[in-house]
């Protein structure tokens, strides 16, 4: 995986961990900050049927550079809005809305864009309308960051890459988690590896 300036080597990105939604018990490995969520038949499903956003948070933090590698898709009728973020505080129960983290998603921001943004101040913000959600279509989807150099790729290609001039400290912020914004979806075979990667010379 090629981003500027850099190689994701993913052979040698170790899992550190991984959610097949086997057990009905979502609550061992997950945090709900708001939202219906439920494992259905290999899949978690999360549902929130309101004009807002419902997550989903690994109980686990991961103090490193991340890639959430997982499977998902929206369950139609709804059209829109499949999120996920990652070197994540949590949900705030003050604001009632996600805490600090990057949140990456399909389908949203209202015109079916492709995006990535930075909570809760979302001053950092890049989105393409270049890549459009198709309801009910399952995606493969990586995306992670290296100390502030987010990026995102559907389908093995990359979608969007930004620079965060000050990143989040993963020393402080390392959950991931899954989430929907007024939408219906689903998510499975969820890996969280540490990210192996190193400096990619380029030149014309």
Known sequence: MKLMGKEIDIANSRIIFEDCFTDPDITKNWEIGRGEWCVNNGWLEGHYPKSGGGLIYSKQHFNCNVLMDFEAATIPPSNHDLNFTWCAEGW?????N?????????????ENKTGIERAPEYKICAMTGAFKLEAGRTYHIQAGSIDGHCFLFIDGKQVLEVYDPNPIDT????????????????FCNLKVCEICWGVLSQSY
């Open 92 to 96: 705030d129960a003050k604001t009632d």
């Open 171 to 186: 020393a402080k912020y390392g959950r991931v988690g899954l989430g929907v914004y007024g939408s219906h979806a689903r």
């Open 98 to 110: 996600a805490g600090i983290g990057y949140i990456a998603g399909l389908g949203g921001w209202y």
